[in-house]
């Protein structure tokens, strides 16, 4: 019989965002999988340090980093040859009998990358997807601040939207994320500046992890870490 | 020394997913704080009944369910002197020493009940928020579809907006949650035909839970249960 494919969300960062049950399979996993970066140990691999058993652990590392860019006509064909082998390999553990859990940051999907290979997968092998904490989730119980009530309205919009969509999306909403915001501090800001909100709006750097740091957006200069968002919390006070 | 005041997230309703910080905290809390309707257990309460230690339980019962209406001008200042007495009563176990943990289903500040409590003492006390699992995370990933990849932009609405400022939000993102969908799903059907996003909408009722039901939207009938949501996964494919 084959196995079955988990997506294991592994929260934000700090180990102890895991769930009982993303522990549990990561207990009794015959493969966990995960990718990385050439020369680092993976984010989501480094989170579950301590809560592995005997598993095989199978490393599925990026073909490039930063030598081809987004842009190169190769990117996306030499990207998706990637997938379709790391794909294969999970699937041989599968076909050998194996449970296999790919372990995701944050949520398998909510942005996550374990999503190339379950649409590989998903329709071939039993799958199951393990819910995780999420990034902004994470953030926001650091902040201590309630960020939407009652029938407000939330956006999660992406820092690359360029100002005046990433305005127009914030004007509408009561409480808003900016995710991916690092390399792009300054537009984000004359966007929430133009929405009126720059004043409410915090920036998160690395939350949940032992180098976190929390401060005003307008104090946070021009460029932040790869792990890190923009919260705008709702205005709306309670009863 | 006066206690910590912790507000967990206890999740979607699995008791799996919560998380081992949580159920740590809840192992070592000197108080269970938790809300809960006249003659009802209490979700919220339920969901952690394996997980409990030898903490004191505090149970905050609502001083009505359906008798008084919100638009009833008693309302809110009878709510907001529950709420007054709640915090008063969690205060005490605080000033004596204790750490008291209140349980809030899903994720504190993401629609919680608990951010009652934390708007009335988490200035005056320590206090740690501890993240859960959402309830629109949970139902994701039991439907198993990809919610949000890339650049995508997230629309989070309440079902109670009406149907063209609902069409509006829906129109703008490329993946959406409509929660508190359950008294509200004709007109949400509405307003995601006049989108163009019926055909892919889907209906959860209590995801996670052992009663779940997942089915297309356009099948689910007029009217869901309280813990229910709308799920409209991103277009976007894979490389």
Redesign the interface.
Known sequence: MTGTLYGV?V?PG????????A??ILRMAGAIAYFAKRGQAGNARTIVDGLLGNAEQLRLEYPFTVEVKVSDPDY?PR??AF?DEAAGQVAARLDAGADVAVLCEG?????GSY??L???L?GRYR????????AM??C???L???????????????G??EAARLA??LA??DAAVVM?AGRHLPKIRAALAAAGRLDEAVFVERGTMAEERILPLAEAGDSGAYFSLVLVPTRR???
């Open positions: 969300g929260g700090d180990p102890e965002l895991l769930t009982l049950k522990a549990r996306h990207m998706a997938y949520d398998p999907l909510f942005y999503m190339y379950h649409d590989r998903a799958t199951e997807v393990v819910p995780g904490i999420t989730s994470g926001w119980s650091r201590g601040r309630p960020m939407t009530r009652g029938d407000d309205v939330l956006a999660v919009v992406p690359t939207l127009e999306r509408l909403a991916k006070r309670t009863v």
